[in-house]
């Protein structure tokens, strides 16, 4: 069996920055440390944080007054950060600050009585954050169909942002169906899928050019490691999500001469390396090399702390 890594993989800078701001809040403040909702959607990191101290609570009522509350890399609606105020809580944001430049177009659109849409999947904290900072008409959609029904104000004043960890090929027809119904859209200057997202699915797109099967290490809530199982199979090849090289199932592998290992923008790199023990343990493995790619050198300050 040969392996070959993708590149890049893994943690991505806001990731990184909201692990280190829990840390950080950790080492400045002593635990416990509150978050609210999961910091980055990755079971590991949730558990190896809890361990040093950190407590992750889905409402800020759950807090209690005087405390450390950080808001997760996904990004809080305004009125979440207007109730953690009046709760008296000392609050961190860790959203990440590609996710706060969405939030700024939204805001920005509706203070010019444009209606927002929002491409994403409904229900995800992110959407939902960036939903929380519309003063005006805002509508998420999820598929070309749902763009055929939105209903707005005036068709003439309309503008889109997008999740930022979005499949980069479908969201390609969702801009195809919104431009076709409102010629006029205003659109982001770039992109809002982050660099991240899209270097991840580009090497997923190459690595399946050369392998007979991909497993993704990503959480099974976490959006961006969905997305790259998809990237995959739209590929045509076989792809697993899985948390740890426990979750292998048996006979996934046997026919698989050459694998490839991704793993999604919140997953820690040690789980990439534990997965490779697991395969030499199991499996006749010749070789294991990365695949060339993109070097991701971008890094985001901490928030003051
Ligand atoms: Fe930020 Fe992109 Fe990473 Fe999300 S995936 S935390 S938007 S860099």
Known sequence: MEVILARPRGFCAGVNRAINVVNKALEVYQPPVYVLHEIVHNTHVIRELEEKGAVF?????DIPKG???IFSAHGVSQ???ERANELGLRTINATCP???KVHRRVSLLNKINYDVVVIGHKGHPE???TCGHASGSVHVVSSPDEVQCLQVNTPSRVGYVTQTTLSID???EMLKALRRRFPEISAPSRTDICFATSNRQTAVRELSKAVDLILVVGSKNSSNSNRLREVAQKNNIPAHLIDHAG???????????RIGITAGASAPEHLVTELVAWLRENYKVRTVREMDGVDETICFQLPPI
């Open 170 to 172: 479908d969201t390609a």
């Open 57 to 61: 609570v889905e409402q800020l009522e």
């Open 247 to 257: 979750e292998i199932e048996r006979g996934w592998l046997d026919k698989a001469r």
């Open 67 to 69: 405390s450390i509350a």
């Open 127 to 129: 959407v939902e954050g």
């Open 98 to 100: 590609l996710v706060s």
């Open 79 to 81: 009125a979440v950060k």
